[in-house]
């Protein structure tokens, strides 16, 4: 943080500001429904292959932007084994789920042998292909991403590590040393950012950081999530419409492995929406209109079987 500016990308992630009292009664403690589908304790499961699993509610650090900040902070929620039974019992008599994807609370808080455990009671279900680590660490704590850590880790299964960088003052030596650590490993590294006003809200802003995130970290920029209506967060939020524009520059200035998908997910539990920019500027049955890069406009003429 540098502590001379008050408008400091990484300090208004962390510190309180009072706007935070300012709640809208369209705002909800659980934004994205997650409780309804949370058929047993720290699990959610909405979509059939994959679930949540919530191994503590601690994090390294508490950001003021988090959708979950209502269910953190309570110091009887973070690791045990017999807390986990039930959820680990679901995910056993569910065949249809092929990724557990740990989440929290910041999973890589946990002692080198808790994750080991956890590893190695998902890895003796069978039906399970792929274990997701959704954690901050490498941005806040990277000194935890220890040898010990990354061996806890390695096992039979693929390791998708998702990180949340949202601004590239946050691509440190020390992130870079952590990341390098995890891909040495072999897993897969993407990251995930919210866009948040006075933060990232500029396509400068946002091209440094997923220019840098692949070409420094090797972390592929998976989702820019639209702020979520946390109670509390007006402040953060961003139009649709400016984020949208936002992603429209993008897609001419980044390579494509660079561009994340722009994604909202939707109050109410029905999942994520991904959110444009929309290329479509008109069409009249197999005949379109596409937009390109630049923003001039195209028609395109779809030859297939049916209409020869
Ligand atoms: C976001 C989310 C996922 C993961 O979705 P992906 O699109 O696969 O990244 C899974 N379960 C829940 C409940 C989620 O909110
Ligand atoms: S690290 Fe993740 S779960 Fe923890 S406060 Fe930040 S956004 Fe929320």
Redesign the pocket.
Same mark, same amino acid.
């Given at each position: 943080i540098d502590w001379d500016d008050p408008e400091d990308p990484i300090r208004l992630q962390v510190l309180p500001r009072g706007a935070e009292l300012d709640v809208d009664s369209r705002e909800s403690t659980d934004p %994205?429904g997650?409780l309804a589908?949370s058929p047993v304790p720290r699990l959610?499961h +909405?979509?059939p292959d +994959?679930?949540?699993l919530y191994p503590t509610y601690q994090c390294a650090v508490y950001c003021r932007h988090c959708f979950r900040k209502e269910s953190l902070n309570d110091g009887n929620r973070g690791f045990s084994a017999r807390a986990l039974e039930p959820a680990l019992a679901y995910v056993a008599a569910h065949p249809e789920l092929r990724e557990i %994807?740990l989440t929290g609370g910041d999973p890589l808080l946990l002692a080198d042998r808790e994750v080991r455990w956890i590893r190695e009671r998902l890895e003796a279900i069978p039906h399970l292909r792929l274990l997701r680590v959704h954690t901050r660490i490498p941005v806040v704590l990277p000194s935890r991403v220890t040898a010990g850590l990354v061996e806890a880790l390695e096992g039979s299964r693929m390791v998708v590590v998702v990180t949340h960088f949202n601004h590239p003052r946050e691509i440190t030596a020390e992130a870079e040393e952590a990341c390098r650590r995890l891909r040495k490993a072999g897993f897969v590294l993407l990251n995930q950012s919210v866009l948040l006003r006075g933060v990232n809200d500029d396509t400068d802003t946002l091209e440094e950081l997923f220019r840098e995130l692949v070409y420094r970290l090797g972390a592929r920029p998976y989702y820019l999530h639209h702020c979520d209506l946390t109670p509390g967060l007006t402040h953060f939020r961003t139009t649709i419409d400016a984020g949208m524009a936002i992603m429209r520059e993008l897609r001419g200035r980044l390579s494509g492995v660079c561009q994340p998908t722009y994604v909202l997910?939707l109050p109410g539990g029905h999942g994520?929406v991904p959110l444009g920019p929309n290329w479509v500027e008109g069409r009249e049955a197999h005949r379109w209109l596409f937009a390109d890069w630049n923003g001039e406009t195209h028609p395109y003429e779809e030859v297939v079987p049916e209409t020869r």
């Open positions: %994205i997650d589908h959610t +909405r979509y +994959r679930a949540l %994807i997910d994520k």
